[in-house]
């Protein structure tokens, strides 16, 4: 089974500041797939960002950058000049390639970013 | 195009009634997903469908039962319901992986329950 661990449950920064959220995971699998969501208060789900696995090159999506370290099985999700919009939960999850992704998404636990004005 | 609709928004239950969550997906995909998201946790996932007639048990399918009639619909049913059952509950649903989609989920905007 896959686990996924969010160390920070709550971070707080400045409008326009540069902030990196945790994640790490846990797997034997060598085909997989990360992603980045994002929960405002209104609780929709909402893709951020998304990682193959067997892609070397880190994903961007114009403000939020991820750092992929396979090896030590870490993706930081990076979001540069933050705006008071991005104000919400951040969860990472994890969905193995083989067997169709049928199983799902594999969530950690979150973390509230609050960006103060 | 609405993506992915749940019905109702919000529910109070009585222990031991029973209830159905409603999900329709008008996106043609052919995987769906009921997640449950308890407070301050991230998703578990309790059932998934690969599409039509095909459905499958998740991480916590105790108390839940699923059915797949069409691609469309994917309803969750509660039997006797539980204090443990109080949660939102999402629904998802997506192409199949290794398509142009990236496994991409869309989720719907979820339905609080509430069990007293």
């Known amino acids: 089974a896959q686990t996924v661990t969010q160390s920070q449950p709550e971070m707080s920064v400045q409008e326009a500041e540069t902030v990196t959220l945790s994640c790490t995971y846990d797997t034997s699998e060598n085909n997989y797939y990360l992603f980045w969501y994002k929960q405002p208060p209104s609780r929709q789900m909402i893709l951020v960002i998304r990682?193959?696995?067997?892609?070397?090159q880190n994903a961007t999506e114009n403000r939020f950058s991820v750092n992929f370290q396979k090896a030590a099985k870490s993706f930081s999700l990076k979001i540069s000049d933050s705006q008071l919009g991005d104000t919400a939960m951040y969860f990472c999850?994890?969905?193995?390639?083989?067997?169709?992704?049928?199983?799902?998404?594999?969530f950690g636990k979150g973390t509230h970013l609050i960006i103060q004005p | 195009n609405a993506g992915v609709t749940q019905t109702p928004k919000f529910r109070i239950l009585k222990i031991g009634q029973s209830m159905t969550l409603q999900c329709t997906q008008d996106m043609n995909h052919n995987y769906m997903y009921w997640y449950r998201q308890d407070p301050g946790m991230g998703l578990k996932l309790i059932y998934y469908s690969v599409g039509a007639g095909i459905t499958d048990k998740g991480e916590v399918p105790n108390g839940y039962n699923v059915s797949r009639s069409t691609t469309e619909d994917f309803p969750l049913r509660l039997e006797l319901a539980a204090p443990s059952q109080t949660s939102v509950y999402f629904c998802a649903s997506s192409y199949p992986p290794g398509l142009a989609s990236g496994n991409e989920q869309f989720f719907g905007p979820g339905t609080r329950l509430t069990v007293l």
């Open positions: 999850a994890f969905m193995k390639g083989s067997g169709g992704g049928a199983d799902g998404l594999t």
């Open positions: 990682q193959e696995a067997y892609k070397q």
